[in-house]
């Protein structure tokens, strides 16, 4: 496995919902250029990641605004890394995306038609967010879970961290 480095975005997701193993597959076959790097939230390496922005960043990025689209504040990541699995995270250059926002900024550097989607960041935060988070609620329900964390192979094993 690979480790954490600031040359690859890393998307922290639920490792046990199955809507977000399909998610990561689906990155995976659409990212030739393999700039993401993967771990799933609860882990150690998920948690690590966190960690290590706090650090170095002294904080989160967009401390000044609440809206996912400026980033997060402490005191709404605490929030979120609590209720961690309905939440989906994308680590850029020490910011962190959440949510929505997160997914828009995934689809914008997968190869194919699938950048077009960022059209949808002109639609508010909030109101995103909101359809994000009923998604999120009934995930399990609608397509299940897993006992564990999804099984790496050996092509992909490179793209997940330690």
Not at 84 to 111: H, N, Q
Not at 116 to 129: E, Q
Request: charged content about 30%.
């Amino acid at each position: 496995m690979a480790k954490p480095d600031t040359d690859h975005d890393i998307i922290l997701f639920d490792g046990q919902c199955m809507l977000c193993s399909r998610i990561v597959r689906f990155v995976i076959r659409r990212d030739p250029k393999k700039r993401f790097r993967f771990a799933a939230l609860e882990s150690e390496a998920g948690k690590a990641v966190l960690k290590q922005v706090r650090t170095e960043a002294g904080g989160f990025a967009g401390r000044r605004s609440r809206t996912a689209d400026e980033g997060v504040t402490d005191a709404v990541l605490e929030a979120d890394v609590k209720a961690a699995p309905d939440t989906f995270m994308l680590v850029r250059s020490g910011r962190i995306y959440m949510k929505s926002r997160a997914g828009l900024e995934v689809v914008r550097r997968l190869r194919g038609m699938w950048p077009l989607l960022y059209v949808c960041i002109v639609v508010p935060g909030p109101l995103r967010d909101r359809i994000y988070d009923y998604i999120a609620r009934n995930r399990y329900r609608w397509f299940g879970a897993y006992d564990h964390c999804m099984l790496l192979t050996p092509d992909n094993k490179d793209r997940f961290i330690e």
